[in-house]
């Protein structure tokens, strides 16, 4: 337990309670576990053979157990940040720095939703099982000391955006397949979850303003500007898109019509950023910004579209044209 955490709870008035210990599990924020369908739908297309069967119940217990693994790393979060959110606007009201929390029970309370997700998990799979274990270590390391890579610049996005590609293997998994899902995806799912996160430190940047205050908010933004956060935001944007052309060309040629609307939805979201007191802060609030939801629902539907559809005249469209040499001779 640390001391410091702690010395957050009992400085409060204010008491613990049942409330504050089911908010520290951040059950709202569960719809960031959408993010396991992809996987499910990929794998219905790509592994169709594999599929196993009552998928839907296995789709409702896998995303069950997610959940938990998820609230048991908020919950960790929630403590290891305590000492942090003070010097937040609006954070500082979290329930462990407002004394809402018991520190001894949440410690129970981490365990015991990890627990309880494994216990579940291992009715799908033992691959799923140990993705989600892998998720609930990543939870770790970005939060506790001595690593907590949340301190470290650009290791705190990269930490935390690989939970973008477990939840897709999770999903990938839930579906009953067996092999792995294709790297290129999973490289373009951890760099898109990358972009979203830049954008998101970008925007507390923004809006905490001081230098100083970001720093003692924030230990890995003491290290950037906002040009120097542009600059990451562009090298993950490109890069997730690099690897989505690669998994385009070698798995589903049809996805390239995803391509200008995909573009849409990250340019909506970049634009979100420079917001005053931007929603980018608090993903659970992007639901209300209808720029960006048409944008997610349009390409959505075109994604699922061109997943079952098959076009063969985009193949012939984008077919090689220039001579290819069948060998390479060596002189």
């Known amino acids: 337990m640390n001391s410091a955490d702690t010395q957050v709870g009992q400085n409060s008035s204010a008491r613990p309670t049942l409330l504050g210990h089911l908010q520290i599990a951040r059950v709202d924020h569960w719809f960031k ?5 992809p996987g499910i739908v990929v794998a219905l297309s790509l592994d169709p053979q594999s599929i196993a069967p009552r998928l839907w119940l296995r789709v409702v217990l896998g995303l069950l157990a997610v959940c938990l693994v998820a609230s048991s790393n908020y919950v960790i979060n929630e403590l290891m940040d305590a000492r942090f959110d003070r010097f937040h606007p609006i954070k500082c009201n979290r329930p462990v720095p407002s004394g809402r929390v018991s520190i001894p029970v949440a410690y129970l309370e981490w365990l015991a939703l990890a627990a309880l997700g494994f216990g579940i998990a291992l009715r799908i799979s033992r691959p799923f099982t140990a993705t989600l274990a892998i998720l609930w270590v990543m939870g770790c390391i970005y939060n506790i000391p001595p690593v907590r890579s949340k301190d470290l610049p650009y290791v705190d996005v990269l930490s935390e955006a690989i939970n973008n590609p477990l939840r897709l293997l999770a999903g990938w ?4 397949s067996a092999s792995i ?3 290129s995806l999973l490289l373009s ?5 990358c972009y979203f996160m830049a954008i998101k430190r970008f925007a507390e940047c923004r809006n905490l303003g001081d230098h100083a205050r970001i720093a003692a908010y924030r230990k890995s933004l003491a290290f950037f500007n906002e040009q120097q956060l542009l600059v990451a935001i562009m090298f993950y944007g490109s890069t997730a898109m690099l690897f989505f052309g690669a998994f385009v060309m070698r798995y589903r040629l049809e996805f390239i019509l995803c391509f200008p609307l995909i573009a849409a939805v990250m340019a909506s979201y970049l634009s979100i950023a420079f917001k005053e007191d931007s929603p980018a802060q608090h993903p ?8 960006l939801m048409t944008a997610v629902l349009a390409c959505t539907l075109v994604m699922v579209l061109c997943l079952f559809v098959d076009m063969p005249v985009l193949h012939k469209i984008f077919r090689p044209t220039a001579p290819v040499e069948n060998q390479l001779q060596i002189k």
């Open 33 to 37: 576990n959408v993010f396991v369908l």
């Open 284 to 291: 659970e609030k992007l639901y209300r910004e209808p720029g």
């Open 181 to 183: 899902a294709p790297g």
């Open 189 to 193: 799912y951890w760099m898109i979850g």
């Open 173 to 176: 998994f839930i579906a009953g």
